[in-house]
C-alpha cells in the first residue's frame, strides 16, 4: 500500500518538501522546527488542487463530442481528428445518452474485446475514450488497452511481390508504388507530393503536408537516382504544374482511392499487400543492409530511434550478427 504523502525537511535547501506520486514539491516553510505550519501548507496545496479539478460534465456524451474534438485542434490535424471522431461514433453508439459519470470502465473493455478488434484497433478506441472522458471531467477514468502489435514484419513486401504488383498496375499509380518502394515515404506523403516541393539540386523533397506537422517539424525527403528519375518523368508529364500523382478525373489520390487499388491488387496477384508495407520493407531492407539506426529512422522522417527499435528490433539483432559472423570468416585462417 502507498505511504501517505508528508512534509519533510531537506536541510541542502533549507526548506519543507512533499512528494506526491514520486514527485517532490517544494512547500513555502523554511523553518526546520516548524512542522505544523508544513502540514498547513500541504493541506493547502492539496485544496487547491481539488479546486481546480473539474467535475464532470453531466450532459449526454452525445453531445459532447463535437466541442472536444474542437478543443484539441491545436494539436490534432485534421485526418487524425478525423480517426478520433470514427472511434468516438463507436463510444456514441453505445453510450451517447448517458452522462460520463455513468460509464463503467469495466464494461467499456469488455464491449470493447467483444468487437473483434485487433489489438491495435482496440487499444487506439479505448486510448480515444479515455482522452475523451477524462477531458469531460472523470480525471479518475482509467482504462487498461492491449499492447499495439507490431504488423512490420507481416506487411513487408519482397522483391517478387513488388514486380507482381508493378505487372498489375498502370500509370500514375505505378508509378506511385515506385516510388513508395525506393523512398520509404508514408503513402499519403507521396501522394499530395507537389512538383514546386522538388529541389533538384540537393535531390530533395520538402514535403508540406506529414504526421508531425503539428509538432513543428521539417518532413524532408531523400531521393535516390531512380526516386529523381520517377519525379522528373511525374513532373514533365504534367508540365511541372500541380500534384505528380493523380488519380481518375485528375485528382492527387485520396487514402480510400489507394486502399481501394491495393484491395484490387491484392486480389489480382493472391498475396495482401499495402501501401504502407512500403514503408516497412524498406526499414527492413535498409536494416538487413546495414544501415545504421540512426540514419534510417532519419531516412524515415522518425525523431529518433524508438520506432525502429520498437518495430524492428528483431532485424537489427539479426543483421548485426549476421555482419559480425561474416567478419569473423573473413579473418579465419585459410584450412
Known amino acids: 500500500m502507498p505511504r501517505k504523502a508528508a512534509p519533510w525537511y531537506r536541510n541542502t535547501t533549507g526548506r519543507w518538501y512533499v512528494t506526491i506520486h514520486g514527485k517532490q514539491t517544494p512547500l513555502p516553510v523554511t523553518d526546520p522546527k516548524d512542522e505544523a505550519g508544513a ?8 485544496g487547491k488542487a481539488l479546486a481546480a479539478t473539474p467535475t464532470a460534465r453531466t450532459e449526454p456524451i452525445a453531445a459532447l463530442v463535437a466541442e472536444y474534438l474542437d ?8 485526418h487524425t481528428r478525423r480517426g478520433y471522431a470514427c472511434y468516438l461514433r463507436r463510444f456514441v453508439a ?24 485487433s489489438d491495435t484497433n482496440r487499444a487506439n478506441y479505448l486510448w480515444t475514450v479515455q482522452a475523451f472522458v477524462r477531458w469531460a471531467g472523470r480525471r479518475d477514468f482509467t482504462l487498461h488497452r492491449p499492447s499495439r502489435e507490431s504488423r512490420g514484419a507481416e506487411a513487408v513486401i519482397d522483391e517478387q511481390t513488388q514486380r507482381m504488383v508493378l505487372r498489375e ?24 507530393l507537389l512538383a514546386v516541393d522538388i529541389d533538384w539540386t ?24 531512380e526516386s529523381l528519375a520517377i519525379l522528373k ?30 484491395i484490387r491488387v491484392s486480389e489480382k496477384i493472391g498475396r495482401s499487400v499495402t501501401a504502407y508495407g512500403y514503408r516497412h520493407s524498406y526499414a527492413t531492407r535498409a536494416l538487413a543492409a546495414g544501415v545504421p539506426d540512426a540514419h534510417v529512422a ?10 525502429i527499435h520498437k518495430h524492428y528490433s528483431h532485424i537489427t539483432a539479426n543483421a548485426r550478427m549476421l555482419r559480425e559472423i561474416s567478419e569473423k570468416l573473413a579473418k579465419a585462417p585459410s584450412v
Open 71 to 78: 478543443s484539441i485542434s491545436h494539436r490534432a490535424n485534421a
Open 39 to 46: 502540514w498547513d501548507a500541504l493541506r493547502a496545496l492539496v
Open 169 to 192: 498496375t498502370t500509370g500514375d499509380f505505378h508509378e506511385l508504388c515506385r516510388l513508395l518502394w525506393s523512398t520509404g515515404c508514408r503513402p499519403m506523403e507521396a501522394a499530395r
Open 233 to 262: 518523368a511525374q513532373f514533365d508529364k504534367y508540365d511541372g504544374q500541380g500534384h505528380l500523382f493523380r488519380g481518375l478525373g485528375g485528382k492527387p489520390f485520396s487514402v480510400h482511392a489507394i486502399v481501394c487499388r491495393m
Open 202 to 225: 540537393s535531390g530533395t523533397v520538402t514535403i508540406r503536408q506529414h504526421k508531425t506537422k503539428h509538432k513543428g517539424r521539417k518532413r524532408i525527403l531523400y531521393l535516390s537516382s
Open 94 to 117: 453505445l453510450f451517447g445518452n448517458r452522462a460520463v459519470g455513468e460509464i463503467d470502465p469495466g464494461f467499456v473493455e469488455k464491449r470493447a474485446t467483444e468487437e473483434g478488434w
Open 298 to 307: 532519419a531516412l524515415m522522417g522518425h525523431s529518433s530511434t524508438t520506432m
